[in-house]
């Protein structure tokens, strides 16, 4: 039975992706609300009926007492019975089985899937946000908003037919019961009804935005507690633990103060509701009573709409905190939405086409780009880097060599010119396809927190075994993959590195990101600092092994270390944004330019910082 209603709908079936979602809230929940419109009418239609049957009962209730008070025992089994009998039997039976259709649509197919369509789309959407997108914002933060807007959603569909659809059918239905027993009798509760009204009106419009800011302020609590984490090591190393209390603190103190805000609205709609339901009750029963003091109201009657008033009192409680929890829920879900609904401005072009390399030539056409700052970046920088050609490129910090970089992966779009690589402009094609035929070694290479082999193998996961255990030998690598074991008692190359590769020395992780370039084998490749985390003996084997993946290959290495790239085909000088000099080692050495000037000055190799201060 579970898995019927479990498989009602697929999460993670086909959809239409668009890069500009909907920005405001019905139609955000519309698209996610499409693939269930079948399982909400059956549930909405069940929650009605199952209200209703709940009034009848009620009303049933106040019936018996009336057979009672006016017939005898025998008299009313012998003309009543099969009727008691029929109503038993529905109690027993069918009302069972429509609150157990109700619940497991509710429960099996509604909740467990909603949500999980909601998380999966929505990460689906914010993996596509270019690199950029990601560096100007948190990642807890928004981890956290594609973690906590799904059940919130969830919460909200829930609360809707749970409780609005199941107390509308109600209030509906005792309106109808108390007409019937006497149409007097409405008047408080239409009284009643319109007052609980602008009660819940004044809540939505004072609770929802409290709410929305309550969620915030812990969205931020959330982002600066987990950049304390992320930067553990900077925290302790700099000695600021008090600093870091404070930061936080403040942001849970401004987190306390807007719950407190949301409270206070709570406390005062409590009261106002014990009031009104206060007003309820003594006016329905009151006036129930005195009917039948009248003579125009039986016992039955004054029993049907007090059981029915106590009820109403008890389920007011109950709807507006779900009224409360569906608005919260919706804040909830509103907030995530501010990241979730952020279009991407980074896409492929209409039917783009997939790069073919035929031979690795890069040309750089008058490149200009300054991340929308009008100032810094590359401007109007040209370049050609020939098939199989190994350039070196240098410069001092902000003349633009990772800019380059980001340009030609396109983690950018660049302002002005174009690149292009076998005469296609890499903002025709698809980037994934740019990407694959790029292999890339940072200065800072972190790693997934999974195993070294789900590492290595991330470069290319259809290599066999042999493959990625080749790969790690020629990146030094496999011997010192063979002594892991990580706190599960994995080893070896099962063993977990930790998140961003942290249980792994800074050597090791860049070792395990060349193993994984190695495996990956892309005809073009960008080396930024690959070898600056290693020691002087381990860079001189890295090194060696680099020559070997270089070979057939266009390179661009980045390095301060000249010495690293002095042995390169030719010699790049970048500076404020574009190319200052251009030529072999040898030749840049004796036109005693900056090239010539770094040599000189550097220290172990380095780019002096004297050169850097001028």
């Known amino acids: 039975m579970f898995r019927f209603f479990e498989s009602l709908v697929d999460p993670y079936g086909p959809y239409e992706q668009t ?10 929940l519309r698209q996610f609300i499409r693939p269930f419109r079948g399982v909400f009418a059956v549930t909405a239609l069940l929650s009605v009926i199952a209200a209703f049957a709940d009034v009848a009962l009620i009303w049933y209730v106040g019936r018996l007492v009336d057979l009672l008070a006016t017939t005898g025992p ?20 069918l009302r069972p089985l429509l609150l157990v259709g109700n619940v497991a649509l509710l429960h099996n197919t509604i909740l467990p899937n909603f949500g999980t369509m909601i998380r999966w789309r929505s990460h689906a959407h914010v993996i596509r946000q270019p690199v950029g997108w990601f560096e100007s914002d948190f990642a ?20 809707t037919f749970d409780a609005m659809a199941f107390a509308s059918v109600t209030v509906v239905g005792a309106a109808i019961m108390l007409t019937e027993a006497d149409p007097r009798l409405v008047l408080p509760l239409i009284v009643w009804f319109v007052l609980y009204a602008a009660l819940v009106r004044w809540t939505v419009r ?12 812990r969205s931020a609590v959330t982002g600066r507690v987990v950049d304390a984490y992320t930067n553990i090591h900077s925290v302790k190393l700099f000695a600021h633990h008090d600093k870091e209390l404070a930061y936080a603190r403040e942001a849970i103190e401004h987190a306390r103060a807007t719950f407190q805000k949301e409270m206070r609205i709570v406390t005062k709609m409590d009261l106002a509701l014990t009031i009104l339901n206060g007003f309820l009750i003594v006016s329905i029963t009151g006036w129930s009573i005195l009917l039948w003091y009248q003579g125009q109201a039986t016992v039955g009657t004054v029993a049907a709409a007090t059981a029915l008033v106590l009820r109403l009192n008890n389920m007011t409680y109950w709807i507006m905190w779900a009224f409360s929890s569906l608005v919260q829920a919706l804040g909830v879900v509103q ?8 279009p991407i401005t980074l896409v492929d072009r209409p039917r783009a086409s997939d790069l073919r390399l035929t031979e690795g030539r890069i040309v750089v056409e008058g490149i200009s780009h300054h991340y929308g700052r009008g ?35 396109r983690f950018y779009d660049r302002e002005a010119g174009r690149i292009l690589i076998d005469g296609q402009d890499i903002a025709e094609v698809s980037q994934e396809s740019l990407r694959r035929q790029i292999g890339m070694v940072q200065q800072d290479s972190s790693l997934l927190h999974r195993s070294v082999r789900d590492n290595i193998l991330y470069g290319r996961p259809d290599a066999t075994e042999d493959q990625m255990i080749a790969a790690a030998r020629r990146a030094e690598a496999h011997d010192f993959i063979l002594t892991l074991e990580d706190p599960e008692g994995r080893s070896g190359y099962d063993a977990h590195v930790g998140e961003r590769g942290v249980k792994l020395s800074g050597g090791q992780r860049q070792r395990v990101a060349l193993a994984r370039v190695i495996l990956k084998d892309a005809p073009i490749l960008i080396l930024d600092e690959a070898t600056s ?11 060696e092994a680099l020559y070997g993946v270089m070979k057939g290959k266009t390179v661009m290495a980045i390095a301060h270390r000249l010495s690293t790239i002095a042995a390169m085909d030719r010699i790049i000088v970048l500076e404020d944004g574009t190319v200052a000099e251009d030529g072999t080692h040898s030749e840049l050495l004796q036109k005693r330019g900056l090239y010539a000037r770094f040599w000189d000055r550097q220290s172990g190799g380095f780019i002096g910082v004297e050169e850097a201060a001028e």
């Open 335 to 342: 907030e995530g939405m501010e990241t979730i609904t952020q």
């Open 140 to 159: 807890g933060r928004i981890a956290n908003r594609i973690m906590q807007t799904p059940p919130a959603a969830g919460d909200a569909v829930f609360q």
């Open 375 to 409: 100032a810094g970046g590359l401007q109007d920088l040209s370049l050609v880097v020939q098939p199989g050609e190994k350039i070196g490129i240098v410069g001092r910090s902000g003349a633009g060599k990772s800019t380059l970089v980001k340009l030609l992966l």
């Open 74 to 93: 025998e008299q009313v089994w012998a003309a009543n019975g099969t009727e008691i009998i029929l109503v038993a039997l529905a109690v027993l039976i």
């Open 19 to 28: 890069d500009v979602p909907p920005r405001r809230l019905w139609p955000f």
């Open 206 to 217: 004072h609770a929802g935005p409290a709410s929305k800011a309550s969620s915030d302020a």
């Open 533 to 543: 985390a290693l020691d002087s003996e381990a860079e001189a084997a890295i090194q």
